[in-house]
């Protein structure tokens, strides 16, 4: 009993999962830690701009992500021992971003002649997008590729606990609104450019020479063409966790913002089983096609989701002094029995698209799911809209999206046969 288990602990897989859950855990705990403090010193409607402004440059980032995430992560798997064609990849990937980065930038300034909310914000949307910056520089793909996670683990604390220091000491009122966005920018691009280095003090060789880092127009060609239909699939994504926050707060208000955006970060900590699950066994399935690492992993998400929703239902929100100075205990409670519900559902969300469909090179297949599910979403919302829309409506959207995802992803495994 004792060999298996220290097989398992000296693993890779293993190796990858701990330094996943030391990323999700400060990726999401880190700005639930922040969250009373920036709602003490700013308040509930200032602090509801920030979450605002930051959701509009979730787009961008998308936009700058592209669907390397998936689809670069694919090419670096399959090229690992190839250190050459590596680079090049590199370098190609690096140089999309770079452009798409420009064009975001382009479209920012589209949206402050367009949206009332940027131009009347203009400063503070501005400063939000040095998180897309430091976005740029974050080659998260293709560590995720090599399965390496060390330097993509160091990337992700560096940035939140310099994020975390830095606000607690500068920002100590209203007037410190803008160092908000400037600070978690800061830590990102400081985070990502460590990061960066690391990545090519592996791959550059000084034989290249400078002329090896100019751009191959014909492959960021192919790159962008082949992550199209993933960048579509996770902007759909996006638009279905950003667009709830972007209506909240033109129809209702910015504290109902702040509110929203507590519930999610709480769903957030309660999906990194499912994530950091889901990512790990992703590069290994990809390799080896078996199944049984997919219904494994399935299981134990699945468990935990159940237990997730059980202490939600049973927690005593009443206790939390926060929520009853705003008065929107209610609210929170509700919003987290339908979202807390929703987090069972991303099980067969997340097991049935990447590691079946995309490991088994369905990928229109999957994109297509998700671009339905958005359409259904947007659907769903559109409704509402006419019907006198509520906030609890947005949650109710977002269950409907995963369950049309969930069944279009199903026809499909069972129409291929996948699922052996």
């Not at 920002?171 to 400037?182: N, R």
């Not at 494994?296 to 009853?324: D, M, N, Q, R």
């Not at 987290?336 to 997340?350: A, K, P, R, T």
Request: with cysteine.
């Amino acid at each position: 009993m004792k060999r298996p288990l220290q097989k398992i602990l000296k693993s890779r897989l293993f190796e990858n999962f701990s330094y996943l859950t030391v990323i999700q855990l400060v990726n999401i705990l880190i700005p639930l830690v922040v969250y009373p403090y920036l709602i003490i010193r700013l308040g509930a409607e200032l602090y509801g701009k920030v979450i605002y402004a930051a959701s509009l440059n979730a787009y961008l980032i998308v936009l700058v992500n592209y669907g390397f995430d998936i689809s670069a992560v694919k090419r670096v798997a399959e090229n690992k021992e190839n250190k050459s064609a590596l680079f090049e990849l590199f370098k190609n990937v690096l140089w999309s971003r770079i452009f798409l980065l420009l064009l975001s930038y382009v479209l920012f300034g589209i949206a402050m002649f367009t949206i009332p909310f940027v131009w009347e914000n203009k400063i503070l949307c501005l400063a939000s997008t040095t998180v897309t910056l430091g976005e740029l520089f974050f080659p998260r793909w293709y560590y995720l590729g090599m399965e390496q996670l060390k330097y993509t683990t160091l990337t992700v604390v560096i940035a939140k606990v310099i994020s975390l220091i830095l606000l607690f000491i500068f920002v100590t009122g209203e007037s410190d609104i803008l160092l908000v966005p400037l600070i978690m920018g800061l830590g990102t691009i400081v985070g990502s450019v460590f990061s960066m280095q690391q990545a090519l003090k592996f791959l550059w060789n000084p034989k290249f020479g400078i002329k090896s880092l100019k751009p191959d127009f014909i492959k960021i060609r192919f790159l962008i063409n082949e992550g199209f239909s993933f960048f579509l699939s996770r902007g759909f994504v996006v638009v279905r966790e950003k667009a709830g926050i972007l209506i909240i707060g033109e129809l209702f208000g910015f504290r109902e913002v702040s509110v929203f955006d507590l519930v999610q970060k709480i769903i957030k900590v309660l999906t990194i089983p499912i994530d950091m699950i889901n990512m790990v066994i992703f590069p290994r399935v990809a390799k080896t096609k078996d199944l049984t690492i997919v219904k494994k992993g399935a299981g134990v998400a699945l468990l935990f989701t159940l237990l997730a929703y059980f202490i939600i239902i049973f927690f005593p929100f009443e206790s939390i002094e926060h929520l009853k100075k705003i008065d929107l205990l209610q609210l929170t409670v509700e919003l987290l029995y339908i979202f807390g519900f929703g987090l069972i559902m991303q099980v067969f969300v997340y097991f049935l698209g990447n590691t079946v469909l995309v490991v088994f090179g369905y990928n229109k297949e999957f994109n297509y799911t998700v671009i339905f599910g958005g359409i259904v979403y947007l659907a769903c919302l559109s409704y509402g809209f006419i019907s006198n829309i509520s906030i609890m409506w947005i949650g109710y959207c977002t269950l409907i999206s995963y369950g049309s995802i969930i069944l279009t992803r199903a026809y499909f495994v069972t129409k291929y046969n996948l699922w052996k």
